[in-house]
């Protein structure tokens, strides 16, 4: 089950931050993917999250995993989506979980999907991004 882009430019934005992770195992990392994945896909999320996400080292300032930041309902969601996600192993590290209903309620379609895509690939990773051909060979 792949994931999709909201644009061709969300795809450009993704890749290019995917290049600039230094760890091999944070570039591959379908959960740390995902988190790049919400933040590209909104700028607004993106903006809120700069000063504490340090992506070459994959690395998220602590703080602000329990931080209460004022933010609208859908961004909310979003911001606290990206913590679950980042501290996925220990999820006492963060003040608000994210409950299905807190999904289901976003206002923005476009939010919808953005949260939508992202948990196909923290589940199913980056998978093959490219066709692949049907052809077979025999020896």
């Not at 995917?18 to 988190?35: F, P, V």
């Not at 700028?43 to 329990?66: D, W």
């Not at 939010?111 to 991004?129: D, P, T, W």
Request: proline share 1%; charged share 25%.
């Amino acid at each position: 089950m792949n994931f999709e882009f909201m644009s061709n430019e969300h795809a450009k934005e993704f890749q290019e931050m995917r290049n600039k992770i230094k760890s091999r195992l944070y570039r591959n990392d379908a959960a740390y993917l995902g988190i790049i994945y919400l933040i590209t896909g909104n700028e607004r999320l993106y903006s809120a999250v700069s000063n504490c996400l340090n992506v070459p080292e994959g690395t998220f300032n602590s703080e602000y995993l329990s931080k209460d930041i004022d933010l609208d309902s859908d961004l909310s969601t979003l911001f606290h989506l990206m913590t679950n996600i980042y501290v996925w192993v220990d999820q006492s590290a963060v003040n608000k979980h994210i409950e299905p209903i807190d999904i289901i309620s976003l206002e923005d379609e476009d939010n919808f999907k953005l949260v939508l895509n992202a948990m196909k690939l923290v589940r199913y990773g980056m998978g093959n991004l490219y066709e692949l051909s049907q052809e077979k060979f025999y020896c």
